[in-house]
Every structure is written in structure tokens, then in C-alpha cells.
């Protein structure tokens, strides 16, 4: 049987990668041209699939000075 702080533990991983992957989605539709011309579904799909690399990777391509690199 899981263990009651391991249960909590992974309930609130699961909120925060239903939360980072919203924020993502709702982040990439208010851009003109997100990164890679990738549609918000898909940004908020990869930050759900893989939480805290794909929320990274999102932030790294449209929100980091690396970003204007890109868009040249």
C-alpha cells in the first residue's frame, strides 16, 4: 500500500505539472509567433509529457534572451 505522504507527494507533483502545463498553453496562445513555429497545444502537451524539461525548454525558446536568436 502507498504510503500517506508519498500519495500527498504525488498528488501535488501531478497539480504542479497540470499547472506549469496551463501556464505554458495559456503563455504560448498570447504569442504571435511562439518559438519553432510550434502550436500552444503542442508547447502545453510537451509540458505536460515531460514537466519540468519541457516547462524549461518553453522558457529557454520564448521567454530567455536566447529567444531574439532564434527569430533573426
Same mark, same amino acid.
Given at each position: *500500500? =502507498?504510503? &500517506? @505522504?508519498?500519495? +500527498? /507527494?504525488? +498528488?501535488?507533483? +501531478?497539480? =504542479?505539472? =497540470? ?5 505554458? %498553453? +495559456? ?6 509567433? !511562439? ?6 497545444? =503542442? @508547447?502545453?502537451?510537451?509540458? #505536460? /509529457?515531460? !514537466?519540468?524539461? &519541457?516547462? #524549461?525548454? %518553453? @522558457? /529557454? *525558446? ?11
Amino acid at each position: *500500500m =502507498i504510503k &500517506g @505522504w508519498f500519495f +500527498v /507527494l504525488l +498528488v501535488l507533483l +501531478v497539480f =504542479i505539472d =497540470i499547472y506549469l502545463s496551463a501556464a505554458v %498553453y +495559456v503563455d504560448a496562445k498570447k504569442l504571435k509567433a !511562439p518559438a519553432l513555429q510550434v502550436a500552444p497545444g =503542442i @508547447w502545453g502537451l510537451l509540458s #505536460f /509529457l515531460f !514537466p519540468f524539461f &519541457g516547462f #524549461f525548454i %518553453y @522558457w /529557454l *525558446m520564448n521567454r530567455s534572451s536566447l529567444s531574439h536568436i532564434h527569430r533573426i
